[in-house]
């Protein structure tokens, strides 16, 4: 497999350096990803990709390259100066362009992160060489990255002062705010090189493409946990949600086309029949006057994330499979496990960004990170809200302004989390079992959980 050896180094910051090895092919936003966990960033921030031979800019700058586009395209819109700029420097998006015809005519890139502090990288081609694996490597390193936010290159030399100086009016609060940014002061290559192989399986299969979204949405990059690519399909084809979502698009294939109700939903006598075969969440209390799918929450819930998906479709008033419906039901579990993740992942954060009372991704990546670790006997929800209000207080912030006390308000949290996250998410897929111990009130009942085997499967951890 072709790839190349590059060597990233901080502008003003040259001993801030890492050699990596990356597979030919693949985008810049895949390089900048690459750049991300070899460095030590958080990818927080926007980044530019620029060549001295070209002023075109590849970045994940959605609205510079929505703007140039549209002068672009019309330019009399406002003939002035300000069009004149904006079309003297093409723009690009960096996940619709690969590295490879760029490299082949300059050897050296530039490569901004965060436009903000504007930190500069180098990058300069040093050698093809040939692969034998589809995931990049680091193979030499400087010193340790920044932490991010730090200020660009002069803030982080007032940060440096305050952290190796104890007696520092700021050096408690810079240990504080620098460990949670995942700063050490020390580069660790075996993590690193860890990092890059799960995070980023750069084969071309779907099941590679999901688990590296997917990990993306989920963990943040200082977070040592990412999906499998392997998994045991017999263990997953046994989990709640993934069990049933196949089994709704077996129904759809079978029966359809069907009829869709006025608002497009599953036509009753159906919605009926399924409820009846058990279509429910885990540990949901039966409702015995199912009639519409409106009352059938779980199935609706299904019929959301398969059209969400694209796998079920409503043509002229009838409900069928797509042809990408139809690819899943004939792809490895482990595709259809992950997708339903990418669904699921995606529609939490639509849902967080909406302010319906979602949960975001990289929150739920903490949560597992504490599951995993804490996991292995059963524990009490508080106890990993607690932990990760410590990291987060802001999550509470909406229930503190509901209930009389900040204990009331961390406790509905909890409930919330247990019923929203570990049953409703976590629970059905297999990750974790819980158990409902009622008290003699609400604010008494115990919610206890403890991870599964499959846990330890289904996510690489380091």
Request: include cysteine; proline fraction near 5%.
């Amino acid at each position: 497999m072709k790839g190349y050896q590059l060597r990233i180094a901080l502008k003003e910051l040259p001993t801030v350096w890492r050699r990596v090895l990356v597979p030919g092919g693949i985008t810049f936003l895949t390089l900048h990803q690459v750049i991300q966990y070899a460095m030590g960033w958080q990818d927080y921030h926007l980044h530019e990709f620029s060549s001295d031979d070209d002023p075109t800019i590849y970045t994940d700058n959605s609205e510079a390259v929505e703007e140039y586009d549209y002068y672009l395209k019309n330019p009399e819109e406002t003939p002035d100066q300000f069009t004149r700029w904006v079309l003297e420097t093409p723009m690009k998006s960096s996940d619709s362009v690969k590295i490879d015809s760029i490299l082949q005519r300059s050897s050296k890139l530039t490569y901004v992160y965060d436009l903000g502090d504007h930190w500069e990288h180098e990058v300069v081609l040093e050698e093809v060489v040939d692969l034998e694996h589809a995931f990049p490597v680091c193979i030499g390193a400087g010193e340790a990255c920044p932490p991010e936010d730090a200020g660009g290159p002069w803030g982080y030399m007032d940060f440096l002062e305050a952290w190796h100086d104890p007696g520092h009016e700021d050096h408690q609060n810079c240990v504080m705010w620098g460990t949670m940014q995942g700063y050490t002061g020390r580069f660790d290559l075996e993590r690193v090189n860890q990092t890059l192989r799960w995070k980023l399986p750069l084969g071309k299969s779907r099941v590679d493409m999901y688990a590296r979204e997917v990990t993306g949405l989920v963990f943040g990059s200082t977070i040592p946990m990412a999906f499998k690519t392997q998994m045991p399909g017999a263990a997953l084809a046994e989990t709640h949600k993934l069990r049933y979502f196949l089994d709704f698009l077996n129904v759809i294939r079978d029966r359809g086309p069907l009829k869709a109700t006025a608002k497009g939903n599953l036509p009753a006598k159906l919605v009926m029949e399924l409820y009846g075969r058990g279509y429910d969440f885990l540990n949901a209390v039966p409702y015995p006057h199912v009639r519409k799918e409106e009352d059938a929450w779980f199935l609706s819930h299904l019929h959301e994330l398969a059209r969400s998906a694209g796998f079920v479709v409503k043509r002229k008033g009838q409900i069928l499979l797509s042809k990408k419906g139809l690819a899943v039901l004939e792809a490895p579990l482990e595709e259809a496990y992950l997708g339903l993740w990418w669904i699921l992942m995606h529609q939490y954060r639509e849902l967080y960004y909406e302010r319906y009372g979602a949960i975001h991704p990289f929150y739920i990546g903490h949560l597992l990170s504490l599951i995993q670790r804490y996991g292995g006997s059963e524990r009490e929800i508080s106890f990993y809200c607690d932990r990760l209000l410590e990291y987060f207080p802001d999550l509470v912030n909406d229930y503190l302004q509901r209930y009389e006390s900040e204990d009331q308000a961390k406790r509905a949290f909890s409930g919330f989390v247990f019923t929203r996250i570990i049953r409703r998410c976590l629970e059905e897929l297999g990750l974790v079992e819980t158990r409902e111990v009622k008290g003699s009130t609400y604010w008494e009942t115990e919610y206890l959980l403890r991870r599964t085997e499959l846990m330890d499967q289904v996510f690489a951890v380091w």
